[in-house]
Nanobody, 125 residues
């Protein structure tokens, strides 16, 4: 019911910024939570940020220290992740995801129903 396509990844130097985008389509995504996750080689996939499509309320991982900002563009059916002050440890594949259901699982990888293919972010030192 929901298709997600990420874009905007690339190679940046430490301290730089990127804006990732997730284009969503389908019948029900407007009532979903939209999330960003990342996965570095050898590590588990971790929650970064999420947004309620309907309300615009946002939710963040405590470990990101305010460097990540999630937003939505209703006209373009797109969710964005602005990433600032990038560090080498931010290097990972960044995934867009969507889920229905309760707010209590908004930070849980296992709760998301749909996933994009990911976009690579590489931060050089």
């Amino acid at each position: 019911q929901v298709q997600l396509v990420e874009s905007g990844g690339g190679l940046v130097q430490a301290g730089g910024s990127l804006r990732l985008s997730c284009a969503a389509s389908g019948r029900t995504f407007s009532s979903y939570f939209m999330g960003w996750f990342r996965q570095a080689p050898g590590k588990e996939r971790e929650f970064v940020a999420a947004i309620s499509w309907s309300s615009g309320n946002t939710y963040y991982s405590d470990s990101m220290k305010g460097r990540f900002t999630i937003s939505r563009d209703n006209a373009e059916n797109t969710v964005h992740l602005q990433v600032n002050s990038l560090k080498p440890e931010d290097t990972a594949v960044y995934y867009c995801a969507a889920k229905s259901g309760v707010l209590s699982t908004v930070r849980s990888v296992w709760a998301y129903d749909y996933w994009g293919q990911g976009t690579q972010v590489t931060v050089s030192s």
